[in-house]
């Protein structure tokens, strides 16, 4: 049986016909003509990514090009598990749209995703606020919105997530203060920088579990209070580079023995680096550079065993032991060491080194007052 070539033709319009409908009838299926989705929960999420879909004004990537339908464990992004808490329940448990360049806002529909545990969205174009119904993903671990053009205040919804470990908020348009009760959250990891916050380090830093601290260019004022120490079982990287903190560091960070990472470059701080320092015995970079720091280098900072990395330019130390030079990346220009190539002129020493450091002179608050002992006796 051989077909006609009008048949030919017929056939060949009718499969070019299919072939072309997914873009030309692109999610124009009748909704009620399609199965409802498998259970209650991907039919909550279904609406969540319908309207997450219609906010997006921009989706160069076409990542939400095959959104269509009730299966939405199948759609471009999305990661569908079983529920915790009923295994035989299919949920969605994650939804990763990172690097994907997209614009829109995201609508409190997303509130409905309330098995999500990983909610990824970085390195996109959405703006506005983070929508106050996230509170209701009791479930969400990671929460990554870094690299967009969200704005307003900080998004204090997130301190209500239970289950948050992972907040990364860093490169957006945030402003204004950050709520002290973000130190008090028991976070993994914390990266704020990068935004156009102003605030005060809180005292309650050191109620803190993180054991990452990304602060940098992020508006922080104040000192670096002795409550830091409080971090010294879970801190291993703290970054507040390029900030306006003021005042001397305190002896506590001594206290931050697991730290790989200090990075306090870029402040206003003044003093000198305490000896207490000596006791991070896992720090492998070390970065005190551009702030007003004097005093001499302490030998035991230069001793610790891991450091690799030691950048203390552009401040007013006066004095370094030779172990110091013998780090393997050492950076010790401009400052007001003898016999140094590269240090900062006499006169701009004397100018500075000859007025007293004073370690409260900046509104920090003071230490406590020294308690009175009765004097020793005499011999
Ligand atoms: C996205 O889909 C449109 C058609 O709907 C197509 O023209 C475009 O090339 C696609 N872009 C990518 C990156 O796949
Ligand atoms: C989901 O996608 C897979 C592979 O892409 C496909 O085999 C399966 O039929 C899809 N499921 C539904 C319900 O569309
Ligand atoms: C994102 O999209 C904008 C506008 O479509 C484009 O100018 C920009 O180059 C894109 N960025 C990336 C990283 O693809
Ligand atoms: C956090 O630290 C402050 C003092 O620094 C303390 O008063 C407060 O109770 C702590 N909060 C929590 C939740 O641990
Ligand atoms: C330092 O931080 C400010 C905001 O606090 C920012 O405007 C500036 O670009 C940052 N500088 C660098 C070199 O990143
Ligand atoms: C050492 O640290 C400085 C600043 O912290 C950094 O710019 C430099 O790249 C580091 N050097 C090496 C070799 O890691």
Known sequence: MTCTPNLHLALLGFFFFFLSLPILSHCQSNPSSLPPPP???????????????????????????????????NYTGVFCAPAPDDPHVETMAGLDLNHGNLSGTLPEDLGLLSDLALLHLNSNRFRGPLPLSLRELRLLYELDVSNNRLDGPFPSVVLRLRSLKYLDLRFNGFTGGVPSEVFD???????????????AIPENIGNSTVSALVLAN???????????????????????????????????????RRLRVFDVSSNGLVGGLPEAMGAMERLERLDVAHNSLS????????????????????????????????????DDRENCIPHRPDQRPERECEAFLSKPVECEAFGCRRPPPPMHYPPPPYY
């Open 39 to 73: 259970n209650p929960r991907l039919e909550r999420a279904y609406i969540a990514l319908q309207a997450l879909k219609h906010s997006i004004t921009s989706d160069p990537k076409n990542l939400t090009f095959d959104w269509c339908g009730p299966d939405v464990c």
């Open 185 to 199: 959250l028991p976070l993994d990891a914390l990266f704020l920088n990068d935004n156009g916050f102003r605030f």
């Open 218 to 256: 992020a508006g922080l004022t104040g000192c670096l209070p002795r409550s830091i120490a409080g971090m010294g079982e879970t801190l291993e990287e703290i970054v507040v580079l390029n900030n306006s903190i003021t005042g001397c560091l305190p002896p506590e960070i001594g206290a931050l």
């Open 295 to 330: 005093g001499e280098v302490p030998e035991a900072v230069c001793g610790l065993p891991r450091l690799k990395n030691f950048t203390y330019s552009y401040n007013f130390f006066y004095g370094e032991p030779m172990r110091c030079l013998k780090i393997r990346h050492v």
